[in-house]
């Protein structure tokens, strides 16, 4: 991906800025609600993390849920259904803010999910409605550094079928789950076009915090794109993780299938909130 060594940027200037900073007032400020220790010369320094043996990569096995499973995105097996599924959406408008599409064919659609079918990083699933057995959108996991513990879930690309149902909200929560407990991440990451106003709301809604903007992080089909970023930590992931399993409960919805609470109100007071 295109954002890919913007962390040493950063890195470099920070450190000119200390040049021209107080250290003292600019460690503060760095630092304010930040878990931290300090070292033998006073200096703050974060917490040290016991044991840490690092994480596990993405596997490619399907991941199962009561209203949805993801599996491993395969051609053959997805490409026709999910076509078909994107075309209810006549406007092209789920394809915007993505690198890739609109697809002006099933065929060539295919082609694109065959040349990421082998993929280490980005690993991409289809998300497929249990009642139905068909596939309704995609998800992936990309930017993976297990030595670092952290991940993130990106190339959504959801059909009408599956926008605003409990099935994407679901899908989040199982891919979430399958970070945090299976394979022992420290950081979950989801990051968007800051323009992109409906992904930078879901990104809120599933109880990731904002970051910042990285400016003129990709120029991605002709256009500059500044990226929002946001997270969840495993610390975080317990209070989001019980938020989820309330909203989802069959108890949550009424017989109509309509939501007796909104996510947002199980959720922890940090949840979605900025960390700036």
């Known amino acids: 991906m295109a954002e890919f060594g ?32 300090l070292n033998a010369l006073g200096q703050p320094v974060g917490v040290a993390v016991a044991d840490w043996q690092g994480a596990k990569r993405p596997v490619r096995e399907v991941i199962p849920g009561p209203r949805c499973r993801l599996e491993s995105l395969r051609a053959d097996s997805h490409a026709e259904a999910l076509y078909a599924a994107y075309q209810a959406e006549e406007t092209g408008r789920n394809w915007t803010y993505l690198p890739y599409g609109p697809f002006d064919s099933s065929e060539s659609y295919a082609d694109w999910i065959r040349s990421g079918e082998a993929s280490g990083d980005p690993v991409f699933f289809a998300v497929v409605d249990g009642a139905t057995d068909l596939p309704v959108g995609v998800a992936s996991f990309l930017r993976v550094f297990p030595e670092m513990g952290s991940i993130e879930v990106g190339h959504l690309s959801f059909s009408p079928l599956l926008q605003q149902t409990p099935l994407s909200t679901e899908a989040m929560y199982l891919m979430m789950r399958r970070v945090f407990e299976d394979w022992g991440y420290r950081r979950y990451e989801w990051k968007c076009h800051s323009l992109n106003a409906p992904s930078r709301a879901a990104a809120k809604r599933l109880g990731f915090r904002f970051e910042g903007i990285f400016r003129n992080s990709v120029v991605m089909k002709g256009r500059n794109r500044d990226t929002a970023w946001f997270s969840i930590t495993d610390e975080e992931w317990p209070g989001i993780k019980a938020a989820f399993e309330r909203w989802l409960a069959p108890a949550n919805f009424d017989e109509a299938g309509r939501q007796r609470a909104r996510l947002g109100e199980f959720m922890p007071a940090t949840a979605g909130t900025s960390t700036l």
């Open 6 to 37: 913007l962390e040493e940027v950063c890195a470099q200037r920070f450190q000119e800025s200390e040049s021209v900073a107080d250290e003292s007032e600019l460690s503060k400020g760095m630092n304010e609600g930040v878990n931290e220790e």
